[in-house]
């Protein structure tokens, strides 16, 4: 049985409460998260990694619950997919390709133990409302009400371009974690929540990243240690 998620919640804007409303995304949105995916991450960013229609159909068909996207006045402004994977915390390297299946999720997995977030974005224009944090806390709700131990996902780090001649990888990941740099990614799923597990190598084809990525998690608190 598919369980619909539909959440109603109001944002700020201006001081001012804008109601959203946080659903399952459908066919009929495709295009309009498409447009999303090319407005979110613009060149460098590879564009044979924005979604196609193959990729959504499959989200919406093989794991509907982990298919979450948000609109304002009807207007689609943001989305969310998740993956339910076997993960194995003592053997946490992979790349974004292997762990979402190149984001076509085919290698989904209703016995699993962890939601992987395979992407998760917002229009520029509404990015001070706090969407992605209300879209992060709908997945743990669908983590907590599967019964899943965690909610993983590899973060970019756009930042660390400006910084790889100073410092390695894990150094910037320290010094994020540490308050003393700020990165858009990052400390967003910081503030969300989520713990940082390791850095992995070649993650992703992502300049602004130097193809890095941090692995980090949510552990269900209902599930113990």
């Avoid at 917002?122 to 879209?135: D, S, T, V």
């Avoid at 790889?164 to 150094?171: F, N």
């Avoid at 503030?191 to 890095?212: A, F, H, K, W």
């Amino acid at each position: 049985m598919v369980h619909v998620v539909h959440k109603e919640l109001y944002v700020f804007h201006n001081a001012k409460p804008v109601k959203a409303v946080i659903r399952n995304y459908l066919e009929k949105d495709f295009e309009a998260m498409i447009a999303i995916q090319k407005e979110s991450f613009p060149p460098p960013f590879p564009s044979e990694l924005w979604w196609n229609y193959e990729q959504l159909s499959n989200h919406v068909n093989l794991f509907p619950e982990g298919a979450l996207c948000v609109d304002i006045k009807g207007e689609l402004v943001g989305s969310m997919t998740g993956v339910i994977v076997s993960f194995d915390p003592n053997h946490p390297t992979h790349t974004w390709s292997e762990i979402t299946d190149n984001g076509y999720i085919r290698n989904h997995d209703p016995q699993g133990n962890s939601l992987y977030v395979v992407d998760i974005c917002i229009k520029p224009a509404y990015r001070k409302l706090g969407l992605g944090k209300w879209l992060m806390q709908t997945m743990y709700e669908v983590v907590v009400f599967k019964g899943l131990d965690r909610l993983l996902g590899g973060g970019r780090m756009p930042g660390y371009h400006k910084k790889a001649s100073m410092m390695t990888a894990e150094e910037y990941i320290a010094s994020v974690v540490q308050g003393d740099i700020k990165d858009p990614v990052i400390t967003f799923l910081l503030r969300c929540g989520r713990i940082p597990l390791t850095v992995v190598e070649n993650y992703l084809e992502d300049q602004e990243s130097c193809n890095y990525a941090v692995l980090m998690e949510w552990k269900n608190p209902f599930k113990g240690n």
